[in-house]
């Protein structure tokens, strides 16, 4: 942790130039002045949001070093910042940046001393997808709460403003400040690899108003949101990671459903908007991906949608993206298009040489880039990153899991479950009755750095609540010998837990066969809820939306009868065998008896 005169020897120049009387932040007249004092090269980095190896800033573990001297050329975050000066760094978990809390806001101030050292020293906006559910960087001991889509099917706007408010205070507690979160895609494709339960749901009116309502809880705690993916990602087969996906929308069916939860975005005061590697023919004919098309970014988003905010690319490393231009174009066209920060490029060295080349060939002007830069440092004056761009390991503590924090979480997730089928009433569970349960099915690794396995955190929850609870993971795509084994140990048990992930045939023919026994049986869809078409025999059946264990122990509180199920579809569920024709509609929803 630096020290108070580390701290304030570094921020003095930055903070004195920023000083605005009765203000919390500068003026355009002082960023302007910033600005002008800015080499090019400066100027250039200060697009850039880039990821680096480590948990540390200056002294990485060795196999981080190798991994940056591979990728970036440089051995550590306090290496690129000097080499690039980045305006942005961005956490993951598989870059080693998230261990702990306590070890994240180490980083942090790392990264901030490094960069405020520098000759005119700027802060950097720390960011990372936090969007919570399948999607996470920050783990255990954090609060981590549902998903988009299990919001949707709580669908409280309360709740999913103290989701914001709750994650918005944890992260900025261990200096993350602008975080890729919420999705704002309607997701209307059962198909969709890539957003899938990312999304609230397939109501556009549903989905703008939770939107908003995660927008005011995470910037009214001081951290900026990011409604992902404009124009909109919800209707594609296709995983931008890996393809490019065609979107193939009229333009007056993205006003009435991609364009809603934007608006509303916006209308929310959101602080960063970011694009999509999608094309979409009736926004932009050209074949650009959206995150290159200036039709798209400038003319629509900022013009027609009237938004002035920062405009961040998806990762440039992504397929979407690449397929068309090279790696030292994309950058470049980028910013022509409106973008104001480059996300994550293969190669840091390369985008970054060819942005300063495109200035310096006049393709580009410098007063271009400063006008990305004005809205850059606008939200960093906004975040309060001058005047405060360290934290302490104090806040830490008081901030991160707490139990009001986690008990909040828990009872949020108790409102998302959602009850699909309950044959003769099987649920809830006795005890007298079914004591001795066996959990079985799908066990994909456990997002968000929770604990899992799935079939592991609900047999320990149905065991503490009262059950005796066995696990046996069958796994996503189980073998006839694993099939037999769950069989056999099912005609020892009084009842049977089936978790299901993107059901695949084998795990059907788990479910059935365990059916079969004539054990009562209770499917949990653990991640998609269109499982439920492909169990037309199975008792009993919820809806989770996701296997984090926040909603698998309200899961087991629904099975256990401590609490009734209240969450309602928030897409609808096409039938197996005729798709056209709806199973069960949005808001369709069980719930217990009397």
Same mark, same amino acid.
């Given at each position: ?9 570094? *921020? ?16 355009? #007249? ?32 060795? @196999? ?5 001297? #591979? ?50 020293? =700027? ?24 998903? $988009?889509? @299990? ?15 709750? @994650?918005?205070?944890?992260?900025? @507690? ?52 990011? $409604? ?53 023919? $009736?926004?932009? +004919? ?14 629509? =988003? ?28 994309? +950058? ?70 707490? +139990?009001?924090? =986690? ?9 998302? *479950? ?9 649920? +809830? ?20 750095? *929770? ?16 059950? %005796?609870?066995?696990?046996?993971? %069958?796994? *996503? ?87 009734? /199920? ?5 897409? /609808? ?22």
């Amino acid at each position: 942790m630096p020290s108070r005169r580390t701290v304030l020897a570094a *921020t003095a120049g930055v903070a004195a130039t920023l000083a605005v009387s009765g203000t919390a932040y500068a003026d355009d #007249k002082k960023l302007r002045s910033l600005i002008s004092r800015m080499t090019l090269q400066e100027k250039v980095g200060q697009l850039f949001v880039m990821r680096v190896y480590g948990h540390s800033a200056t002294v990485p573990d060795q @196999a981080d070093i190798d991994a940056n001297l #591979k990728e970036i050329g440089v051995r550590s975050a306090a290496e690129m910042i000097a080499r690039y000066r980045v305006g942005g760094i961005i956490y993951f978990t598989w870059a080693h940046n998230t261990r702990d809390p306590h070890q994240i806001a180490d980083l942090s101030n790392g990264i901030q001393k490094a960069s405020l050292e520098q000759p005119r020293g =700027l802060p950097v906006l720390i960011s990372t997808d936090q969007e919570h559910g399948i999607v996470c960087r920050v783990g255990e001991p954090a609060t981590l709460f549902p998903g $988009a889509m @299990a919001v949707g099917a709580g669908g409280s706007r309360k709740d999913a403003r103290a989701l914001g408010r709750i @994650a918005g205070q944890e992260l900025g @507690a261990i200096g993350i400040r602008q975080n890729y979160s919420p999705v704002a895609d309607v997701n209307v494709n059962p198909a969709n690899p890539v957003i899938g339960v990312r999304s609230f749901g397939a109501d556009p009116q549903a989905v703008a108003g939770l939107v908003a309502a995660e927008v005011a809880g995470y910037q009214g705690s001081g951290v900026a949101a990011t $409604a992902k993916h404009f124009p909109g990602h919800g209707d594609t087969a296709v995983d931008s990671h890996y393809g490019f996906p065609v979107i193939t929308h009229s333009r007056e069916l993205w006003e009435k459903l991609d364009a809603v939860p934007f608006r509303a975005a916006i209308r929310a005061g959101i602080d960063s908007v970011m694009t999509a590697h999608i094309q979409f023919p $009736a926004l932009d +004919p050209s074949g650009d991906p959206a995150t290159l098309s200036r039709p798209i970014l400038t003319g629509i =988003l900022r013009g027609e949608l009237g938004y002035d905010g920062v405009v961040v690319t998806d990762s440039l490393g992504m397929e979407g993206v690449r397929q068309k231009y090279g790696d030292d174009r994309v +950058p470049v066209l980028a910013l022509k298009a409106g973008v104001d920060q480059l996300l994550n490029p293969p190669s840091l060295d390369v985008a970054w040489n060819a942005v300063l080349k495109a200035v310096q060939d006049g393709e580009l002007t410098e007063a271009r880039l400063d006008e990305s830069i004005l809205r850059i440092l606008r939200l960093k004056a906004r975040l309060r990153l001058f005047e405060s761009p360290y934290v302490s390991q104090g806040g830490v503590t008081r901030a991160v899991g707490t +139990p009001g924090h =986690l008990a909040a979480a828990d009872r949020i997730a108790e409102r998302t *479950t959602t009850l699909l089928v309950n044959e003769k009433r099987l649920l +809830p569970l006795s005890r007298r009755t079914h004591r001795k349960l066996l959990v079985v099915g799908a066990d994909p690794a456990s997002p968000s750095g *929770t604990t899992g396995p799935p079939t592991g955190v609900l047999a320990t929850a149905l065991t503490g609540l009262g059950f %005796t609870a066995t696990a046996l993971s %069958t796994g *996503t795509a189980p073998s006839a010998a694993t099939i037999a084994q769950a069989v056999a140990a099912a005609r020892d048990a009084d009842a049977v837990i089936v978790g299901t992930y993107n059901i695949t045939a084998a795990q059907k023919a788990l479910v059935e066969q365990l059916v079969a026994t004539g054990r009562p049986v209770v499917a949990v869809a653990i991640r998609n809820p269109y499982d439920v078409a492909q169990l037309p025999g199975v008792p009993a059946c919820l809806a989770t939306y996701s296997w984090t264990d926040v909603e698998l122990r309200a899961a087991a509180r629904v099975i256990a009868g401590r609490t009734a /199920p209240r969450g309602r579809l928030p897409v /609808p569920v096409q039938r197996a065998d005729d798709p056209a024709k709806v199973l069960y509609p949005v808001g369709y929803g069980l719930s217990y008896g009397r």
